[in-house]
Nanobody, 120 residues
């Protein structure tokens, strides 16, 4: 399984970005999908996840209400819509596939990181 993330960039505080992650080599419908992020000098942390059926989602408290995770099984793609971005959201974002509930330990496959920078 390979995951290809894209969509990061530089945005002003209050702005929006949409991250995408395309999976190849496996049927995305078999796994929970999610996003993690990593700040300099810190461990990778959970951001959001959606179950393989799409019926369940889970968000880290600080992004609840601002970020939305969706997936398109037909395209083997997951998305993270990020609105009302804050400077503290700045970091490297990673997509992942794994078992539900998706935690860092439950993740089986990782994409390469995409940098998100939010200026104040």
């Amino acid at each position: 399984v390979q995951l290809q993330a894209s969509g990061g960039g530089l945005v002003q505080a209050g702005g929006s970005l949409r991250l995408s992650c395309v999976a190849s080599g496996w049927r995305v419908g078999s796994y929970a999908l999610g996003w993690f992020r990593q700040f300099p000098g810190k461990e990778r942390e959970f951001v959001a996840a959606v179950s393989w059926s799409g019926a369940n989602t889970h968000y880290e408290d600080s992004v609840e209400g601002r970020f939305k995770i969706t997936r398109d099984v037909s395209k083997n793609t997951q998305y993270l819509q990020m609105d009302s971005l804050k400077p503290e959201d700045t970091g490297v974002y990673y997509c992942a596939l794994g078992n539900w509930p998706l935690t860092r330990r439950a993740a089986r496959y990782w994409g390469q990181g995409t940098q998100v920078t939010v200026s104040s």
